[in-house]
């Protein structure tokens, strides 16, 4: 054999690639053993039923669709990870179930690993620390937009660039924006308000945590340059005004709640002179880590 | 005798191109591709008319996708003429069919190109290297841009190099044309140019004088690449016949501010930032078949010097250096370098011809090849229908790359086998949402006879297993609870799957 390689050495290098190939691409083809199959899953599942619904359930490795199917139906639960930030602060933690040795990267330290078999449940922090339950930017699909004055219109023309007001200039959206406030970068959610109307942005019902986080800011090259812009937070019953003046900075509240309260929530924006107002809102439901 | 035999191998090679896959899924760029070639082929079939040279009649017919250059449209335009007009065939398969041809004259192309380098050993190794790439096998399928750019990348090269060598009429005028075709195909065409300017200077290097450094005299065929050609692409592409300057801006202003396209590579999301430098040398090491790797690592470093090898290193470079930098959009798998492939075949072929030559029996070293080509084989069959879900055995095929945070597929494809299952489930003319990325489907669904609707209206909602759109997981979770249906894979692994539509139940 070594004989053989030292007088080919190329060739055999060649037959042992070809072999370990042959070998990797026969071995990759074939159904390998599947999660739901294995040891401890009925008990790993059965572990999962007292985990709260802001719990985000990921099953490893990512080809277990059938495991998937088998989670209790209460929990929300996928075969990968939100890839982004702001989706993951949907939820307050993240569990995965896989074989043991699972980790799921991006999630900082464990909080808790189980053992039950084969299987492993392991449990991971929302990695902000805070739970957004509602943030406008994330959610624009779920929220209802109209413009009310002498008539009222409901803005439910969907664009890339947001929700525009069907018979309004291109300018009367609310959707993705950045604008330049204190001389840097401000993402947020356009919402320009409207001489004479009421530009309504009504959230879906939902239950409240312990604050609503309201921003405000006008773009810096026009920040001065007409009337204030009032913007009216409602949650349930509960009212709160605030005003953005004709100035540069963010308007920043926080309107405490009541954990566990169900009320619908609106924010109104008007102004006296909707000339040059490139104003962008943040509205966020959030709650502390408990 | 010559020619009757080449267009017996040509003949048998476009066979094996239809019958390796006569139901590829069509692609989100259908729906560009397809109307611009009609539209161009519908100019051409009138162009002894004296109003069709009017500018009002040029701009209508070009207009359709005119940000991309004509050369690929025309193409298939003439495959929907013939294919479609007489013989009847679908549009779609009349489009595919002059890409198939372009795939196997690109074969027969790189074959000749090695032959006269390495002998009918290496060249066969090299056509088989070539054809047993199941990435390229999808573009070469599909009505894209991408591989007409790369059989004209690589037929303008192989004339370029012959042209450098023998300037005479002929082959300067070959290289004229395969050029013009290149650089009329996609914007890969321009980066080749670049690396035969490359290989010019390295061969023909300048001299210093003094303190001057003087390049030698630019040779015919270079300034055949760099003058004539350009204006033959120009005078191939009637959109920019008129308002050249603005056009010509509008065009590099596309492909410079081109809009992103999610990408997921390696566990991580790219859309408003592209993904980094690496990530197209990944892509190829992942989805070329290793046994192809190693044959070409072998003839980059043991292979004899010759011009064949130095020109194919330096344009594999150029290709993939242009697709590397930094702001470079990186996105859809191999398809933005695809002119690399037929080179990666030929320094495979030099590779395996200089490791042959340890085998004293021909026999032993036709063997050898036909035993190597087994796993490229096997991948080619065993992902027929899905060759953009196909990975190499570095990471473990498409299991394994999935695991690894690698793309199962991308395009937005209209799988037959989803149109099976759909009708599996729902009957005709039945609601149907498909998820994450509703938009691309809709002209599928309409042409299967389905409905596109709201999910929440749907009788079915389809999801395809895509991590680069960022509220799949989110999708995931919200419709396994109505219930999951079926699930078709490739590789074990899911590619969409089908649950019970309605109003959600969370």
Same mark, same amino acid.
């Given at each position: 054999m070594k004989n053989a390689i030292r007088a080919a050495p190329l060739t055999s290098l060649f037959i042992g690639v070809a072999l370990f190939a042959t070998i990797r691409t026969i071995t990759s083809l074939v159904p390998g053993p599947s999660l739901a199959s294995r040891p401890g899953f009925e008990e790993a599942v059965a572990a999962l039923a007292s985990y709260d619904p802001t719990t985000f359930v990921v099953v490893s490795p990512p080809e277990q669709t059938e495991a998937l199917d088998r989670l209790p139906m209460h929990l929300p639960a996928s075969d990968a990870l939100p890839a982004k930030l702001a989706l993951l602060t949907r939820w307050s933690s993240f569990v995965t179930l896989g074989p043991r040795g699972t980790t799921l990267k $991006?999630? $900082?330290?464990?909080l808790e690993r189980r053992s039950f078999g084969d299987v492993e449940l392991v449990r991971y922090d929302n990695p902000s620390g805070e739970r957004v339950i509602f943030d406008l930017a994330r959610d624009l699909d779920q929220v209802t937009v109209t413009l009310e004055g002498e008539t009222s219109i409901t803005?439910?023309? *969907?664009e890339s660039d947001g929700l525009h007001c069907p018979g *309004?200039?291109?300018?009367n959206r609310v959707g993705p924006a950045q604008l330049t406030v204190n001389g840097g970068a401000w993402p947020g959610t356009w919402a320009h308000p409207v001489t004479g109307h009421d530009l309504k942005i009504a959230l879906p019902e939902l239950q409240l945590s312990d604050t609503i986080v309201l921003e405000a800011a006008l773009d810096d090259g026009v920040a001065r340059n007409g009337a204030p812009v009032e913007l009216e937070l409602q949650a349930g019953p509960l009212v709160r005004k605030y005003t953005r003046s004709a100035a540069q900075g963010v308007l920043a509240a926080r309107f405490p709640t009541t954990p566990g309260s169900h009320a619908p929530v609106t924010l109104t924006l008007r102004t006296s002179a909707d000339g040059q107002r490139h104003l962008a809102v943040r509205l966020r439901i959030t709650a502390r880590r408990q | 005798m010559k020619q009757l035999v080449r267009l017996s191998i040509f003949v048998g090679l476009v066979l094996l191109g239809v019958a390796l896959e006569p139901a590829q899924p069509p692609t989100d760029d259908m729906r560009f591709y397809v109307p611009a070639a009609k539209s161009y082929a519908s100019w051409l079939s009138h162009v002894w008319a004296p109003s069709s040279w009017s500018r009002a009649t040029l701009d209508a017919a070009f207009a359709p996708n005119h940000e991309h250059p004509p050369v690929a449209k025309y193409v298939m335009g003439l495959g929907w003429l013939v294919f479609h007009g007489i013989f009847g065939l679908d549009e779609l398969t009349a489009c595919r069919l002059p890409i198939i041809m372009l795939w196997a004259w690109t074969c027969l192309v790189v074959f000749r190109w090695v032959l006269a380098t390495a002998g009918p050993l290496g060249a066969l190794a090299a056509a088989s290297c070539f054809v047993a790439m199941p990435r390229v096998l999808f573009d070469a399928h599909a009505e894209t841009l991408d591989f007409t750019v790369t059989a004209f990348v690589t037929a303008a090269g192989w004339s370029f190099l012959q042209a450098l060598e023998n300037p005479q009429q002929r082959t300067l005028v070959k290289t004229a044309v395969f050029h013009a075709l290149a650089l009329g195909s996609k914007l890969n065409a321009p980066f080749a140019v670049a690396g035969e300017v490359v290989y010019w200077l390295l061969r023909d290097r300048p001299r210093r004088v003094g303190l001057d450094l003087r390049i030698q005299p630019i040779p015919a065929a270079l300034l055949v690449v760099l003058i004539v050609a350009p204006l033959f692409t120009l005078a191939m592409w =009637? /959109?920019? /016949?008129?308002?050249t300057a603005a056009r010509l801006g509008a065009y590099l202003r596309f492909h410079v501010n081109h809009y992103n396209i999610l990408f997921y590579f390696a566990g991580a999301l790219y859309d408003d930032q592209p993904a980094p430098w690496y990530a197209p040398i990944t892509m190829l090491l992942v989805t070329t078949p290793l046994v192809t790797l190693v044959f070409a690592l072998v003839g980059v470093v043991k292979a004899d010097s010759s011009p064949l090898k130095r020109f194919a290193i330096i344009q594999v470079a150029a290709q993939l250096v242009a697709v590397c930098l930094p702001g470079t959009p990186k996105y859809g798998g191999v398809k933005l370098f695809l002119p690399v492939f037929p080179f990666i075949a030929m320094l495979a072929g030099l590779g395996f011809a200089m490791a042959a030559r340890e085998l004293a029996k021909p026999f032993a070293r036709y063997a050898l090849l036909a035993g190597c080509m087994v796993p490229a084989a096997i991948g080619v069959v065993a992902y027929r229908g899905y060759w953009l879900s196909y990975y190499n055995e570095l990471v473990g095929g498409v299991r394994g790359a999935t695991r690894a945070g690698? +793309? %199962?597929?991308?395009?937005?494809l209209g799988y037959p086998a989803l149109r099976q299952a759909l009708a599996d489930h729902v009957g005709p003319r039945g609601r149907v949402a498909v998820l994450p990325n509703p938009k691309e489907y809709a002209s599928y669904l309409r042409n299967w006879g389905f409905t596109a609707a709201a999910p929440e209206q749907a009788d079915i909602v389809v999801l395809t297993? +895509? %991590? %680069? /759109? =960022?509220?799949y997981p989110d999708q995931q979770a919200r419709w396994r609870r109505s219930g999951r249906l079926t699930t078709v894979k490739v590789g074990d692994v899911p590619l969409f799957s089908l649950y019970r539509g309605g109003p959600a139940t969370n």
């Open positions: $991006g999630l $900082g330290a464990e803005c439910n023309l *969907r *309004r200039p291109s300018w | =009637p /959109w920019m /016949w008129f308002d690698f +793309e %199962r597929q991308y395009y937005d297993h +895509e %991590r %680069r /759109w =960022p509220d």
